[in-house]
């Protein structure tokens, strides 16, 4: 699932409620793949995170380039490697996708 955002329409999303893929579209935001792939706490945790993310590339959003983050839900495990605990959002990669 890939969610376009434009960075004016972010606080848009934290709105939705119940099934994500129903509460589209968002004028502006685009979803591909299985919309329901993520429930509706998820998207708003992504969004959350979202103000990190634009505070970290401030600069290059203002100059309108795309951004990419890459990220999943982790557990920490025993050494048995049985879930320990909540599951947690890891990024793994943000970077700025202009080609300048």
Do not use: C
């Given at each position: ?24 579209p968002i004028d502006g935001v685009q979803i591909t793949g299985d919309g ?54 890891v990024f793994y990669e943000l970077r700025d996708l202009s080609l300048h």
């Amino acid at each position: 699932m890939t969610i376009i955002a434009p960075s004016d329409k972010i606080s848009h999303i934290s709105d939705i409620s119940g099934n994500a893929a129903g509460d589209w579209p968002i004028d502006g935001v685009q979803i591909t793949g299985d919309g329901s792939f993520l429930s509706p706490e998820e998207i708003k945790e992504l969004v959350r995170n979202g103000a990190v993310i634009r505070g970290r590339f401030r600069d290059e959003i203002s100059e309108g380039s795309s951004l990419l983050a890459e990220w999943s839900y982790a557990y920490s495990t025993d050494v048995s490697r049985r879930p320990i605990g909540p599951r947690y959002l890891v990024f793994y990669e943000l970077r700025d996708l202009s080609l300048h």
